[in-house]
């Protein structure tokens, strides 16, 4: 589960005062997510998410991250908002920790996701990095390329532990792909310069909620930075489109990459890095997961995530050739496949 931080009944209604959110009915710890401690609570005026940033939020990233909920919201994105307190402020102090009350979204989180699922989420993904135009803040992704070794620096000893010969696996593929990543965006106009902007960069499906196969909306924006638009699509692409048995499917990747492209058609030069930026989201996954496993300690109140799933999913990723190889197919024909225009 993921409560890290208690907080106390007396402590809420107090910080409760200082907003336009009517009384305190009830509370409760959200069992869900690993990085925050999430409440639930119901007050007399409506229901809202507490959150309190725990150890990998940098306070200094949540102006940042609460701006652009609302930048999104108000660019027509459905996300939670940040609530204001009566002094204006997006921001307090609960327990210790830095914490935000956000508005609540309807929805529950798929599950078992299907390719309908996948298609929608394309779709969200590429309204979310359109809508994210014109965002006046700036955030590096920290756990881009050059994130990856000081990570891996601290997991490499203990790498062997998780499975034996993991460590030059990952040491081999770091090197390779520190090597071929492509070069931070430069502004440049140019036809092979790839589109950069705002990236959620942990689209999985617990971030993602339906009412049905309707998508009702994107939440846990707290990895979003400024990055490739493709390498988000890359970390979709592994979140959603492998099964449990470890096949990629391509039916659910043509269906991600065809509501992306309903909304927002990829560029020659996007689609040709695409197979690289989906090896560098899944080593990416697989180094958090595996400095997350090695440095929990046993009885630790949070589900600890299986590293070796991203170790199959790189290791599909380095079979692909090319973007067919997730169900890329150009623009044009993927909108008559799904029969639609950009709505
Ligand atoms: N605005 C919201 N509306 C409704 N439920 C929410 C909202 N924000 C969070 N939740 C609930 O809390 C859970 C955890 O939230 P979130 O994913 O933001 O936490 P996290 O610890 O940052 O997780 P992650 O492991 O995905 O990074 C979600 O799965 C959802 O059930
Ligand atoms: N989505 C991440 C955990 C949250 O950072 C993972 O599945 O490894």
């Known amino acids: 589960m993921a409560v890290y931080t208690d907080v106390t009944e007396e402590d809420l209604c107090a910080l409760l005062a200082a907003y336009d959110v009517g009384t305190l009915l009830s509370y409760k710890g959200i069992a869900e997510g690993v990085e925050n ?29 609460l701006g652009l909920m ?30 935000a009350l956000i508005s609540f979204l309807d929805g529950a989180w798929p599950r078992k996701p299907t390719a309908a699922h996948c298609r929608e989420v394309g779709r969200a993904l590429a309204r979310m990095h359109l809508a994210g135009e014109g965002f006046a803040l700036h955030r590096e992704n920290a756990l881009s390329v050059e994130g990856w070794r000081p990570l891996w620096n601290q997991a490499s000893d203990r790498a062997d532990e998780v499975e034996p010969g993991l460590g030059a696996e990952i040491e081999a593929e770091l090197t390779r792909l520190e090597a ?21 960069a942990d689209l999985f499906p617990d971030n993602v909620f339906f009412i049905g196969e309707r998508l009702s909306g994107l939440i846990d924006f707290y990895f979003a930075c400024n990055d490739l638009l493709a390498y988000d699509l890359g970390i979709a692409l592994n979140a959603w489109c492998f099964e ?5 499917n391509l039916t659910k990747g043509m269906a991600l ?23 560098g989201a899944a080593l990416r996954f697989l180094l958090t997961r595996l400095y997350d496993w090695l440095a929990t300690p046993p009885g630790a109140l949070v589900v600890k995530k299986d590293p070796l799933e991203y170790l199959r999913k790189l290791r599909f990723h380095q079979g692909v050739q090319n973007a ?18 950009s709505s």
């Not at 990543?181 to 790839?194: E, I, M, N, V």
């Not at 449990?244 to 990629?248: K, N, R």
């Open 37 to 65: 401690s999430n409440y639930l609570l119901r007050t007399s005026a409506d229901t809202f998410i507490l959150t309190l940033y725990e150890k990998r939020v940098n306070p200094d990233d949540l102006p940042f991250f």
């Open 70 to 99: 609302d930048h999104l919201a108000a660019n027509g994105l459905t996300c939670p908002q940040p609530i204001r307190r009566r002094d204006g402020a997006a921001l307090s102090t609960l327990a210790g920790r830095p914490a």
């Open 180 to 200: 071929a990543w492509p070069a931070p965006p430069s502004g440049d106009a140019s036809a092979d310069a790839l589109p950069a902007g705002i990236i959620h």
């Open 244 to 248: 449990a048995d470890g096949a990629f």
């Open 257 to 279: 990459l065809d509501g992306y492209q309903s909304r927002r058609p990829l560029t020659p030069a996007e689609s040709d890095v695409l197979p690289l930026l989906a090896r």
């Open 324 to 341: 067919s190889g997730y169900g890329l197919r150009p623009a044009a024909k993927s909108r008559q496949a799904q029969g639609t225009s």
